[in-house]
């Protein structure tokens, strides 16, 4: 008969391989014949020191522990003795292996399986925004509006736009400066007051901005709140109809 061959490294540690050499002989845990199961390993680990496995020394000592049972069993027994029988601690150790074994089984099959998942239900959390219950004078605007005149007259650069009142009169309309303020809130929804103003906007072209502003909060078109972080008015639409 043909000596089977066994890659060590298949299996789990040396109950891994006892426990398959039980299975493949149809035997009990609990009634292993000692004899043939031991000679069946000593085959399997033939060879073993000069293999790569990393714990070669639990199968040696697995090894040794069979043929002290295995010369315990075959020794003669005096008629009235009740010692424990030899394989019983090895049955035991068997028994809690394949255990274990067969749960991790279980689990490894069922890793991704709906049925043994639990989801906790979503839960919509709602964050209500405080209303805005401050109440802002004209004057209020009129000292932040002075505020970005001051600091445009602080610019050591003069603007291109600087010499209109000398060579002429400059023209904007409220309703153009409307129109801009609109597009502006269409693409960011929440505007400084500030940015209402950019750098190369002239003079005539701010107060027509800043006279839009006040246009468009008295016909209740957008709001003016007052953002402490910011240290500046926060201009926001509420609809907007051109």
Same mark, same amino acid.
């Given at each position: 008969m043909e000596k089977m061959q066994y890659k060590l490294e298949s299996f789990n540690g040396p109950l891994d391989l006892l426990l398959h050499l039980i299975t493949k002989n149809k035997v009990s845990i609990w009634d292993i014949p000692i004899v043939e199961i031991t000679q069946q390993?000593?085959?399997?680990?033939?060879?073993?020191?000069? !293999?790569a496995l990393?714990?070669?020394?639990?199968?040696?000592v697995m090894a040794a522990q069979l043929l002290y049972i295995? !010369?315990?069993?075959? @020794?003669? /027994?005096?008629?009235?003795?009740?010692?424990?029988?030899?394989r019983e601690d090895l049955a035991r150790r068997l028994a809690e292996y394949k255990l274990f074994k067969e749960a991790s089984q279980n689990l490894r099959r069922n890793e991704f399986? !709906?049925?043994?998942?639990?989801?906790?239900?979503?839960? /919509?959390?709602e964050f209500p925004l405080p209303e805005y219950n401050r109440h802002h004078e004209v004057d209020e605007l009129l000292e932040a509006f002075a505020a970005v005149i001051a600091r445009r007259e602080r610019r /050591?650069?003069?603007?291109?736009?600087a010499f209109f009142?000398?060579?002429?009169?400059? *023209?904007?309309?409220i309703d153009d400066m409307v129109e801009k303020?609109?597009?502006? @809130?269409?693409?960011?929804?929440? =505007?400084?007051? =500030?940015?209402?103003?950019p750098a190369q906007d002239s003079k005539?072209?701010?107060?027509?901005?800043? =006279?839009?502003? @006040?246009?468009?909060? *008295? =016909?209740? *078109?957008?709001?003016?709140?007052?953002?402490?972080?910011? /240290?500046d008015f926060i201009i926001t639409a509420k609809k907007i109809s051109r």
């Open positions: 390993y000593l085959e399997a680990i033939e060879g073993i020191e000069d !293999s990393e714990d070669t020394s639990e199968f040696l295995k !010369s315990k069993m075959l @020794l003669p /027994k005096p008629e009235e003795d009740d010692e424990e029988d030899p399986s !709906s049925r043994y998942m639990f989801f906790k239900p979503e839960e /919509k959390i /050591k650069k003069p603007e291109k736009k009142g000398i060579v002429g009169r400059e *023209k904007v309309s303020v609109c597009r502006m @809130l269409d693409n960011r929804q929440r =505007l400084e007051f =500030l940015a209402l103003f005539p072209e701010m107060i027509a901005t800043f =006279l839009a502003v @006040l246009e468009m909060i *008295k =016909l209740d *078109k957008i709001k003016a709140e007052y953002d402490n972080d910011a /240290k």
